[in-house]
Nanobody
């Protein structure tokens, strides 16, 4: 599985950006795609995840710090997962990474941990100016 994240940039506080994560390397019956971020000098942290068990069994999850401001979505036809980020704050400044885990049909619970994801994109920098 190869992932590519893009869409970062410089935006003023209160602005919006949409990050995209595209996947290649096959089609998957079940998967989780997560967004994480890492600010300078800090550990990589969970932002949001979309996970799908097939059919209509799809779920989303958000970190408390972004809930109500960020929205994760997918486009199966494009093998893409998006992160719409609104009301951005300077503290959102970080390198954002998308990550994926496939074959999750036997896994229940959250997908918030970095170690759960074996596949990672290269990261895209988001800078929010005050």
């Amino acid at each position: 599985v190869q992932l590519q994240a893009f869409g970062g940039g410089l935006v003023q506080s209160g602005g919006s950006l949409r990050l995209s994560c595209t996947a290649s390397g096959g089609t998957f019956s079940t998967y989780a795609v997560g967004w994480f971020r890492q600010a300078p000098g800090k550990e990589r942290e969970f932002v949001s995840t979309f996970y799908w068990y097939g059919g209509s069994a799809e779920f989303v999850d958000y970190a408390d710090s972004v809930k109500g401001r960020f929205t994760i979505s997918r486009d199966n036809a494009k093998n893409a997962v998006y992160l719409q980020m609104n009301s951005l704050k300077p503290e959102d400044t970080a390198v954002f990474y998308c990550a994926a885990k496939i074959d999750i049909e036997k896994i229940r619970g959250s997908f918030r941990r970095v170690r759960q994801y074996p596949y990672w994109g290269q990261g895209t920098l988001v800078t929010v100016s005050s």
